[in-house]
Protein backbone atom coordinates (compact mmCIF):
# COMPACT_ATOMS: atom_id res chain seq x y z
CA UNK A 1 0.00 0.00 0.00
CA UNK A 2 1.54 3.22 -1.15
CA UNK A 3 1.57 5.66 1.89
CA UNK A 4 0.32 9.19 1.98
CA UNK A 5 3.43 11.49 2.53
CA UNK A 6 3.09 14.65 4.20
CA UNK A 7 5.26 17.44 4.57
CA UNK A 8 5.08 19.84 7.66
CA UNK A 9 6.03 23.50 7.01
CA UNK A 10 6.43 25.71 9.79
CA UNK A 11 9.27 28.31 11.35
CA UNK A 12 8.77 26.80 14.36
CA UNK A 13 11.13 23.73 15.22
CA UNK A 14 8.58 23.13 17.93
CA UNK A 15 5.34 23.30 16.13
CA UNK A 16 6.78 20.98 13.45
CA UNK A 17 8.08 18.48 16.13
CA UNK A 18 4.54 18.28 17.79
CA UNK A 19 2.53 17.41 14.85
CA UNK A 20 5.72 14.58 13.46
CA UNK A 21 4.81 13.17 16.64
CA UNK A 22 0.96 13.21 16.83
CA UNK A 23 0.73 11.75 12.90
CA UNK A 24 3.74 9.12 13.28
CA UNK A 25 1.00 7.01 15.28
CA UNK A 26 -0.71 6.45 11.29
CA UNK A 27 1.16 3.82 9.84
CA UNK A 28 0.08 4.68 5.96
CA UNK A 29 1.87 8.38 6.77
CA UNK A 30 5.33 9.28 5.81
CA UNK A 31 6.16 12.15 7.61
CA UNK A 32 8.75 14.87 6.19
CA UNK A 33 9.92 17.56 7.55
CA UNK A 34 11.43 21.00 5.98
CA UNK A 35 12.27 24.27 7.81
CA UNK A 36 10.80 27.28 5.47
CA UNK A 37 14.15 28.75 5.55
CA UNK A 38 15.88 25.93 3.71
CA UNK A 39 14.33 26.07 0.23
CA UNK A 40 10.89 24.21 0.56
CA UNK A 41 9.89 23.94 -3.06
CA UNK A 42 13.60 22.10 -3.58
CA UNK A 43 12.31 19.79 -1.21
CA UNK A 44 8.66 19.32 -2.34
CA UNK A 45 10.60 19.18 -5.76
CA UNK A 46 12.33 15.85 -4.84
CA UNK A 47 9.46 14.68 -2.71
CA UNK A 48 6.57 15.29 -4.48
CA UNK A 49 4.36 14.84 -1.30
CA UNK A 50 0.90 13.82 -1.25
CA UNK A 51 -0.07 16.71 1.59
CA UNK A 52 1.67 20.34 2.83
CA UNK A 53 0.98 21.37 6.09
CA UNK A 54 1.88 24.62 5.82
CA UNK A 55 1.70 26.41 9.06
CA UNK A 56 2.44 30.22 9.02
CA UNK A 57 1.44 34.03 10.27
CA UNK A 58 -1.12 34.38 7.28
CA UNK A 59 -1.50 37.86 8.12
CA UNK A 60 2.26 37.60 6.10
CA UNK A 61 2.84 38.07 2.49
CA UNK A 62 5.22 34.50 2.72
CA UNK A 63 3.20 32.30 3.95
CA UNK A 64 0.42 33.00 1.44
CA UNK A 65 2.58 33.54 -1.29
CA UNK A 66 4.61 29.84 -0.73
CA UNK A 67 0.59 28.16 -0.58
CA UNK A 68 0.07 29.77 -3.76
CA UNK A 69 3.27 29.12 -5.66
CA UNK A 70 3.17 24.92 -4.66
CA UNK A 71 -0.46 24.82 -6.09
CA UNK A 72 0.28 26.64 -8.96
CA UNK A 73 3.89 24.44 -9.42
CA UNK A 74 2.63 21.01 -7.94
CA UNK A 75 -0.83 20.78 -8.58
CA UNK A 76 -1.13 17.28 -7.32
CA UNK A 77 0.29 18.33 -3.85
CA UNK A 78 -2.09 19.73 -1.89
CA UNK A 79 -2.16 22.49 0.67
CA UNK A 80 -3.49 22.55 3.81
CA UNK A 81 -2.73 25.98 5.51
CA UNK A 82 -2.46 26.13 9.47
CA UNK A 83 -3.15 29.52 11.22
CA UNK A 84 -3.19 29.62 15.30
CA UNK A 85 -6.29 30.94 14.55
CA UNK A 86 -7.85 32.03 10.75
CA UNK A 87 -10.07 34.92 10.79
CA UNK A 88 -12.42 35.81 7.68
CA UNK A 89 -9.83 37.76 6.32
CA UNK A 90 -7.14 34.94 6.20
CA UNK A 91 -9.56 32.92 5.00
CA UNK A 92 -10.41 34.88 2.36
CA UNK A 93 -6.93 35.04 1.18
CA UNK A 94 -6.05 31.45 1.84
CA UNK A 95 -8.94 30.25 -0.68
CA UNK A 96 -7.18 32.81 -3.54
CA UNK A 97 -4.12 30.27 -2.83
CA UNK A 98 -6.14 27.05 -3.94
CA UNK A 99 -5.70 25.42 -0.36
CA UNK A 100 -7.48 22.75 0.46
CA UNK A 101 -8.17 23.19 3.46
CA UNK A 102 -7.33 26.20 6.06
CA UNK A 103 -7.54 25.12 9.74
CA UNK A 104 -6.84 26.17 13.38
CA UNK A 105 -3.43 25.09 14.45
CA UNK A 106 -5.19 23.87 17.50
CA UNK A 107 -6.89 21.23 15.96
CA UNK A 108 -6.90 18.05 17.46
CA UNK A 109 -4.87 15.31 16.02
CA UNK A 110 -8.01 12.79 14.93
CA UNK A 111 -9.83 15.84 12.64
CA UNK A 112 -5.95 16.59 11.46
CA UNK A 113 -5.53 13.13 9.87
CA UNK A 114 -9.39 13.09 8.60
CA UNK A 115 -8.67 16.21 6.58
CA UNK A 116 -5.83 14.85 5.46
CA UNK A 117 -7.35 11.55 4.68
CA UNK A 118 -9.88 13.53 2.97
CA UNK A 119 -7.99 15.64 0.86
CA UNK A 120 -6.16 12.73 -0.21
CA UNK A 121 -9.22 11.61 -1.62
CA UNK A 122 -10.01 14.28 -3.57
CA UNK A 123 -12.17 16.45 -1.34
CA UNK A 124 -11.81 20.21 -0.12
CA UNK A 125 -12.50 20.45 3.31
CA UNK A 126 -12.31 24.42 2.59
CA UNK A 127 -15.55 24.31 1.04
CA UNK A 128 -17.23 23.52 4.50
CA UNK A 129 -15.52 26.91 6.17
CA UNK A 130 -16.76 28.36 3.29
CA UNK A 131 -20.13 27.45 4.20
CA UNK A 132 -20.18 28.40 7.66
CA UNK A 133 -18.97 32.04 6.91
CA UNK A 134 -21.88 33.51 5.03
CA UNK A 135 -19.85 36.26 5.03
CA UNK A 136 -17.01 34.54 3.37
CA UNK A 137 -19.22 32.71 1.04
CA UNK A 138 -20.56 35.82 -0.33
CA UNK A 139 -17.15 37.33 -1.24
CA UNK A 140 -16.42 34.29 -2.91
CA UNK A 141 -19.37 34.28 -5.25
CA UNK A 142 -18.25 37.95 -6.38
CA UNK A 143 -14.93 36.77 -6.81
CA UNK A 144 -16.17 33.88 -9.05
CA UNK A 145 -18.59 36.46 -11.10
CA UNK A 146 -15.84 38.74 -12.02
CA UNK A 147 -13.34 36.49 -13.36
CA UNK A 148 -13.61 35.95 -16.81
CA UNK A 149 -14.35 31.71 -18.09
CA UNK A 150 -11.44 33.48 -20.79
CA UNK A 151 -9.35 33.92 -17.97
CA UNK A 152 -9.72 31.18 -16.32
CA UNK A 153 -8.94 28.62 -18.95
CA UNK A 154 -6.04 30.70 -19.96
CA UNK A 155 -4.88 30.47 -16.52
CA UNK A 156 -5.17 26.51 -16.81
CA UNK A 157 -2.98 25.96 -20.15
CA UNK A 158 -0.36 28.27 -19.47
CA UNK A 159 0.45 27.23 -16.04
CA UNK A 160 4.60 26.91 -16.28
CA UNK A 161 6.28 23.44 -16.20
CA UNK A 162 9.10 23.36 -13.48
CA UNK A 163 12.92 22.70 -14.40
CA UNK A 164 12.16 19.38 -13.51
CA UNK A 165 9.27 18.22 -15.77
CA UNK A 166 10.07 20.35 -18.77
CA UNK A 167 13.36 17.39 -18.13
CA UNK A 168 10.98 15.04 -18.49
CA UNK A 169 8.73 16.67 -21.31
CA UNK A 170 11.76 16.48 -23.54
CA UNK A 171 12.93 13.02 -22.45
CA UNK A 172 9.04 12.27 -23.22
CA UNK A 173 9.44 14.15 -26.52
CA UNK A 174 12.36 12.07 -27.73
CA UNK A 175 10.44 8.51 -26.63
CA UNK A 176 11.37 7.14 -23.44
CA UNK A 177 9.39 5.15 -21.20
CA UNK A 178 8.56 6.57 -17.57
CA UNK A 179 10.98 3.79 -16.37
CA UNK A 180 13.59 4.81 -18.70
CA UNK A 181 13.36 8.32 -17.66
CA UNK A 182 13.86 7.22 -13.88
CA UNK A 183 16.91 5.02 -14.94
CA UNK A 184 18.65 8.13 -16.67
CA UNK A 185 17.47 10.63 -13.65
CA UNK A 186 18.43 8.43 -10.84
CA UNK A 187 14.67 8.46 -9.26
CA UNK A 188 12.10 5.92 -9.43
CA UNK A 189 9.62 5.03 -11.60
CA UNK A 190 6.56 6.08 -9.37
CA UNK A 191 8.19 9.51 -9.10
CA UNK A 192 8.51 10.14 -12.85
CA UNK A 193 4.54 9.18 -12.79
CA UNK A 194 3.64 12.08 -10.72
CA UNK A 195 5.26 13.67 -12.73
CA UNK A 196 3.59 13.34 -15.58
CA UNK A 197 0.32 12.99 -13.91
CA UNK A 198 1.35 16.71 -12.72
CA UNK A 199 2.24 17.48 -16.50
CA UNK A 200 -0.69 16.18 -17.74
CA UNK A 201 -3.23 18.36 -15.34
CA UNK A 202 -1.03 21.51 -16.18
CA UNK A 203 -1.46 21.22 -20.19
CA UNK A 204 -5.00 19.98 -19.52
CA UNK A 205 -3.50 17.28 -22.33
CA UNK A 206 -5.38 13.67 -22.70
CA UNK A 207 -2.30 11.84 -23.09
CA UNK A 208 1.81 12.04 -23.52
CA UNK A 209 1.34 12.76 -27.05
CA UNK A 210 -1.18 15.97 -26.58
CA UNK A 211 1.07 17.18 -23.74
CA UNK A 212 4.12 17.20 -26.14
CA UNK A 213 2.42 18.56 -28.82
CA UNK A 214 1.19 21.52 -26.95
CA UNK A 215 4.21 21.93 -24.90
CA UNK A 216 6.38 22.28 -28.54
CA UNK A 217 3.33 24.68 -29.87
CA UNK A 218 3.87 27.03 -26.76
CA UNK A 219 7.92 26.54 -26.75
CA UNK A 220 8.57 25.22 -23.46
CA UNK A 221 10.66 22.53 -25.61
CA UNK A 222 11.94 22.19 -29.17
CA UNK A 223 10.70 20.25 -31.56
CA UNK A 224 13.59 18.36 -31.81
CA UNK A 225 13.95 17.06 -28.06
CA UNK A 226 17.55 18.14 -26.21
CA UNK A 227 16.52 16.11 -23.07
CA UNK A 228 20.12 13.82 -22.84
CA UNK A 229 21.84 17.97 -22.82
CA UNK A 230 19.90 18.61 -19.52
CA UNK A 231 21.04 15.02 -18.04
CA UNK A 232 24.61 16.15 -18.31
Not at 74 to 90: A, G, I
Request: charged share 20%.
Amino acid sequence: MNKISVMIIDEQPFFRAGVRQALSQESDFKILDCDPTQDPLGLIEANLPSIVLLGSDLGTHSGLELGRTIARYYPNTKVVMLSPNPNDEELFEVIKTAAVACLSKNINTPELVNTIKRACGGEYPINESVMNRPKIAVRVLEQFQSTSPIAKTMAAVIAPLTNRETQIMRYIADGNTNKEIGHVLGISEQTIKSHVSAILRKLNANDRAHAVALAIRSSWIPPEGTAQELSQ
